[in-house]
């Protein structure tokens, strides 16, 4: 199984978003954040042949963001699971990704820091985060049996303008 982790591109600012009196939870990407987005996701389908799945948070910016991906890689159905909101452990996604065949490719789009620990503990098996990961970035994580704690290995890890740059080569 590959694995290929994003954290949602540049939403509003929080504090801002606060003053509407909605929760954070709708907080959506701004008009810069689906444009870096957009190429940030080409980038990615350069470097990515083929994905299997699509899965997100169900907070409006991750889905927002995979919904670019999604379009990147000819407009795949999205997955929503509860198990990437900020607010689930990392370990909390381990029986979704064992549900599905080991030769499949999912990419997965949440939240930092939930990221940062989840991609730590799927190298190490300790709940460290050490992967930076800033907004519209993304590694990719290959499991030679099924998805454990400690069981990935690291193939690639790229900033977002290291993928808007390659969405540019040739």
Same mark, same amino acid.
Request: proline letters at 7%.
């Given at each position: ?9 540049? #939403? ?42 699509? *899965? ?5 910016? *991750? @889905?927002?963001?995979?919904?670019? @991906? #999604? ?17 689930? #452990? ?17 990419? @997965? ?28 970035? *993304? ?17 690639? *890890? ?13």
């Amino acid at each position: 199984m590959q694995l290929l982790v994003i954290r949602h591109g540049l #939403a509003g600012d929080r504090e801002e978003f606060a003053f509407t009196g909605r929760p954070d939870s709708e907080r959506p990407l701004t008009k810069e954040g689906r444009v870096k987005m957009r190429r940030a996701a080409a980038g990615l389908a350069r470097i990515v042949p083929d994905l299997d799945l699509i *899965a997100t948070s169900p907070l409006v910016r *991750a @889905v927002q963001t995979a919904e670019v @991906v #999604a379009d990147a890689f000819g407009g795949m159905d999205l997955t929503i699971v509860d198990e990437l909101s900020p607010e689930h #452990a990392p370990d909390d996604l381990l029986p979704w990704l064992r549900s599905h065949d080991p030769g499949t490719v999912i990419a @997965v789009v949440g939240h930092d820091p939930h990221l940062g620990f989840l991609v730590g503990w799927l190298l190490t098996g300790r709940h460290e985060s050490f992967v930076e990961m800033k907004k519209g970035a *993304a590694c990719l994580l290959e499991f030679d049996d099924p998805p454990a704690a400690g069981g990935a290995t690291l193939r690639w *890890a790229m900033q977002p303008k290291e993928l808007r740059m390659l969405r540019k080569a040739r």
